[in-house]
């Protein structure tokens, strides 16, 4: 159910940008995030903190998209976004106890410690080549490519790391069988 509330505003865009165009479509996002937002929080009770930070993102570089007429504003926001992830992901490495996906997936899985931090450089590693990845379709492909690109390109591409990462974090991972043995 997460994963469908979290793709909702970015099918909407899509939906819409294929039927009008790239700013209708921005308007579309901004008030689908808007509405995503305070709809979680109406349903489970606080902010999910990653779509707060994707509703400013969204409203100041959409707003400045639809304000300017520039849609250069909105091909970017995927890059940054990726940056700013890729950044919290390092700086984890340094501030606190836990890398961040260790706070985010440590209560479900128990692994090393080095696994955890190959884990986290290895996330701000592809965040980093998702935000270059991005920029370079934007300057290379019209605007129709890019928005498949960001629809089925960088959703795609994270599906496959996120198996990828699943994959490596079984091989260390304990069974329950393993811990009732010992």
Known sequence: MKMLIDFLPVALFFIVYKMEDIYVATAVLIIACAVQTVGVRLWK???EQSHVIT?????AFGGLTLFLHDE??????P?????????VFIGSM???????????LGGQVSLPQLVWSKLNVAWALFFTFLGFLNLYVVYNYDTDTWVNFKMFGLMGLTLVF??????????YMESDESKSDT
């Open 72 to 77: 250069m504003f909105i091909k970017w926001k």
């Open 45 to 47: 009770g606080k902010f």
């Open 162 to 171: 996120i198996i990828g990462q699943s994959l490596y974090m079984a091989k």
């Open 94 to 104: 340094w501030i606190g106890k836990q890398s961040i996906i260790q706070r985010m």
């Open 55 to 59: 509703l400013v993102l969204v409203a």
């Open 79 to 87: 890059s940054v976004i990726n940056w700013l992830f890729a950044a």
